[in-house]
């Protein structure tokens, strides 16, 4: 019998049931299998009766239903399962056949794969896949890389379930070469991590600082969501404030202050680290979910620990524009933070990224959509090669709108002991992005004194070293010079 599957799904979690019934939807016969065989029979029973879905109980017989090339797409979780089943795969397909991960491995690991697929004669993409279960479903931002050869024979599925923005645009494209699909996803992940972080901060701000009430707190975020801070994250931020636990208390108010994560934010930075790019508030922001962990030690410390009363008194209109105004101008700062990054990964690794394409990509469907994104393509539309989107003439604009109010906001918090961790490095990121000269002088003088590092001078060419025997006990022998 002739195959008659499109693409097979390995992974039937939420995620993967609700893409298999994405793809269903838009004609496409798709192959299911998971690991637990009894999980694909209830299945095809429940979520997915009455569709064209297939189910298979080994991957010879999924392999053996799928039509050439085959296509394979696995949703399990990244690390080791990923590897298994690369392994599982290769003996049972040819030359040109497809693997493809969506789930969210690190993009290194995605380079090896790659490399090591290919060396069997097959294809590889590592996707990222962003929007949960709901955009899974209903349309998610898919962000592929890997084997270009593999993009045509992909490119047809994931751009009709990907979700929609004005004129019917696709909110998926190709990434590049190797893992670069799977970076993208992880620097979304990250400029995620800030965005929720910034909006917790205007949160207490509100909250804390200000008194505002579950139900002014609603209001206030469902205003926010009018305007230029409308997007997905303000919007559930605004339904979550909403919701009222069985006491008819706001629910919010009973949830454990204490915040998980699954290592997307921390890939982040370590790589920010690697390419030495300051993505401070990306930073700040996993630190600060560190902080919420250590709930025991925050307790113990809140009795010893004496600050300021954090009530904020003052026109309380004119507080809640400025806190506005500030969490929009340290989002300005985030988003400039991450492009910088995948500015440098593409130096580094060799990729050539469409900065206003994965601003597309990132415009509908995925956790971070927003009307903000729009500006972005626009701006990269405009410059392809802008430096820093903080130099875009629109956004440049909107931060200088925003500095009063956020200034204030940042001081006033400092004054009251209310963190803002996320808002305070926003803006002093800023600062010092726009300090022709910093304090650095004195800390090269530093390394020199006690390490020999050298230095350069302002009235020399750049390259040139020197070292200054300080002491005049020291030699002049220097340490070698490098950059960080």
């Known amino acids: 019998m002739e195959p008659t599957g499109d693409i097979a799904l390995i992974g039937l979690a939420v995620m993967g049931q609700n893409l298999i019934l994405n793809m269903n939807d838009h004609g496409y016969t798709v192959v299911a299998y998971n690991r637990t065989v009894a999980k694909v029979d209830e299945f095809l029973a429940r979520e997915a009766k009455g569709t064209k879905v297939i189910g298979a109980h080994s991957i010879q017989d999924m392999v053996s239903k799928l039509k050439r090339p085959r296509r394979v797409m696995m949703l399990v979780k990244a690390g080791a399962a990923v590897d298994e089943f690369i392994e599982q795969l290769i003996p049972h397909l040819e030359p040109g056949d497809i693997i493809i991960d969506g789930g969210n491995s690190l993009f290194d690991d995605t380079n090896r794969r790659v490399k090591y697929v290919e060396s069997k004669g097959l294809l590889y993409i590592g996707t990222g896949v962003s929007g949960g279960e709901e955009g899974a479903r209903r349309g998610p931002s898919i962000m592929p890389g890997g084997s270009p050869a593999a993009w045509p024979h992909v490119k047809g599925v994931f751009q009709a379930v990907s979700a929609k923005v004005e004129g019917g645009a ?15 996803k992880m620097v979304h992940n990250g400029i995620e991590y800030g965005d929720m972080q910034l909006i917790c901060e205007a949160y207490n701000l509100l909250k804390t600082g200000l008194g505002l009430t579950a139900e002014e707190l609603h209001k206030v975020f469902a205003e926010w969501n009018t305007g230029d801070l409308d997007s997905y994250l303000i919007e559930i931020t605004r339904d979550i404030l909403g919701v009222k636990d069985a006491d008819g208390g706001p629910l919010v108010e009973k949830i454990l202050d204490t915040a998980g994560q699954k290592g997307t934010g921390k890939w982040t930075v370590v790589n920010s680290q690697d390419l030495g790019i300051p993505i401070t508030l990306i930073a700040e922001a996993v630190y600060s979910r560190c902080v919420s962990a250590l709930k025991e030690e925050r307790v113990k410390a809140a009795r010893k620990l004496k600050g300021p009363r954090p009530k904020i008194s003052g026109d309380r ?26 500015r440098a990964a593409a130096a580094e690794y060799k990729w050539n990224l469409n900065y206003g394409g994965i601003a597309l990509m990132w415009r509908g469907g995925c956790i971070i959509r927003s009307r903000f994104l729009g500006k972005i393509k626009e701006a990269y539309d405009n410059n392809p090669k802008l430096m820093n989107l903080m130099l875009d003439d629109y956004f440049r604009g909107e931060i200088k709108r925003c500095q009063k109010g956020w200034r204030n906001v940042v001081a006033t918090a400092a004054k009251k002991g209310i963190p803002v961790p996320a808002f305070s490095t926003a803006l002093a990121f800023y600062d010092q992005y726009r300090s022709a000269v910093l304090p650095a002088n004195l800390l090269q003088a530093q390394r020199d004194y006690f390490g020999a590092h050298t230095y350069e001078r302002v009235d020399k060419p750049r390259g040139e070293f020197f070292h200054t025997n300080w002491t005049g006990r020291g030699g002049q022998v220097s340490s070698t010079t490098y950059t960080v």
């Open 170 to 184: 696709p909110c998926c494209d190709w990434v590049g070469e190797q893992g670069a699909g799977h970076y993208v």
């Open 317 to 342: 209109a004119k507080l809640i524009n400025d806190i506005r105004d500030a969490l929009y101008a340290s989002k300005i700062v985030s988003y400039a933070q991450g492009y910088m990054l995948m």
